[in-house]
């Protein structure tokens, strides 16, 4: 996969593009399913810890308060600047058609980029699957046998449905747990490895800034004549960068 086309399925993945203003309808339905997912938990958390107090909470719902609420706002942070997101990939796309012969000289960074991506994807798959991912699911399986040894003590998240401490309560919270889980994975992911993508993207893109001025630039500099185009083209590539 092309490294600007990585770097734009990280951000599809992850659901911080603009589906509505392209027209695909069925993808705005999910991603307003993803927004909430992920911000009712904070409600929820917080509800738990009225309901259970601050003491309980501490054994179930609050550890998980922090990385919710950070998961969220970072993924609204980033969704509502998705279309200068687009404008910066266009950019980034006009940039790579010109000078293809210098940026070839900097492929391992390119490169890099793409292995840094399957790196996270991969951690992430593995971290969420046995951490947050295998519990609910294991609640759910649990339920459908029949069992009342469940492996974890779910706080009671769903009491705010008048549904007493049951197994259907476990169903439930497993059920919810999973879809948190999934829509959180591919917002994590998303959010790492678009935002460390665009950073290699700049770095690179300083770096071969960097490379014209010592091996190209320098010596129109030096010649009167062609002294004042030079700059000029400095100039446009320092404001395309600062872009």
């Not at 770097?7 to 999910?30: A, C, N, P, Q």
């Not at 469940?150 to 449905?161: A, N, R, Y």
């Not at 998303?190 to 993207?201: A, T």
Request: hydrophobic fraction near 45%; proline fraction near 4%.
């Amino acid at each position: 996969m092309d490294p600007l086309d990585e770097l734009t399925f990280s951000l599809k993945v992850g659901g911080f593009w603009d589906y509505y203003s392209e027209g695909i309808y069925h993808r705005v339905i999910l991603q307003i399913f993803q927004h909430f997912m992920l911000h009712i938990s904070i409600f929820l958390n917080i509800y738990s810890a009225y309901i259970d107090g601050f003491k309980e909470s501490m054994n179930s719902t609050l550890p998980f308060f922090a990385p919710v609420l950070t998961l969220s706002f970072g993924h609204i942070a980033l969704f509502i600047r998705n279309n200068k997101i687009k404008i910066l990939l266009k950019s980034f796309k006009d940039m790579m058609e010109h000078q293809k012969e210098i940026r070839s000289n900097f492929n391992n960074y390119y490169k890099f980029a793409i292995k840094y991506s399957k790196i996270i994807r991969t951690s992430l798959i593995l971290i969420w699957s046995f951490f947050f991912t295998l519990p609910p699911v294991l609640e759910l399986v649990y339920y459908l046998i029949g069992s009342d040894n469940f492996p974890v003590d779910l706080p009671t998240i769903t009491s705010f449905l008048f549904i007493p401490k049951s197994k259907l309560q476990h169903c439930i919270c497993g059920l919810y747990g999973s879809l948190w889980d999934g829509c959180a994975a591919f917002s994590h992911f998303g959010f790492l490895v678009s935002n460390f993508g665009i950073l290699i993207y700049f770095c690179v893109e300083l770096k071969i800034f960097n490379y014209q001025i010592e091996n190209y630039y320098g010596e129109l500099l030096l010649n009167p004549k062609k002294r004042e185009n030079a700059l000029r083209e400095i100039i446009t590539r320092q404001q395309s960068l600062m872009k």
